[in-house]
């Protein structure tokens, strides 16, 4: 199990750009599968990217297909969220995840979380 911090959010306008981080305090080679995963104020936990960190085979939400991309860099043991034409119902708070695979958005198979920061979208 690793430990994992997100860096990176911020308060952006509509239609700008952030890049979240996640420091893995272990090798991400025992974390075969990672994700990102966002929660808005009142509303349901959401999957929004996960990748197999072997081979780096992806899944992403239909909300952020062609937007968002997740990669990793097993060297340095970091995941990456690249968000780009941010959209206000992108704000949320994003939490980084370690997870069973094969790599999937459903919170269920996320056993190790960060502690999550914070993206806001303004119109």
């Known amino acids: 199990q690793v430990q994992l911090v997100e860096s990176g959010g911020g308060s952006v306008q509509a239609g700008g750009s952030l890049r979240l981080s996640c420091a893995a305090s272990?090798?991400?080679?025992?974390?075969?599968?990672m994700g990102w995963f966002r929660q808005a104020p009142g509303k349901e936990r959401e999957g929004v990217a996960a990748?197999?960190?072997?081979?780096?085979?992806?899944v992403y939400a239909d909300s952020v297909k062609g937007r968002f991309t997740i990669s990793r860099d097993n060297a340095k043991n970091m995941l990456y969220l690249q968000m780009l034409s941010l959209k206000p119902e992108d704000t949320a708070m994003y939490y980084c995840?370690?997870?069973?695979?094969?790599?999937?958005?459903?919170?269920?198979?996320?056993?190790?979380w960060g502690q999550g920061t914070q993206v806001t979208v303004s119109s």
């Open positions: 990748i197999y960190t072997r081979t780096g085979s992806t």
């Open positions: 272990g090798s991400m080679y025992s974390a075969y599968c």
């Open positions: 995840t370690e997870e069973r695979c094969p790599p999937t958005l459903n919170s269920a198979s996320a056993y190790s």
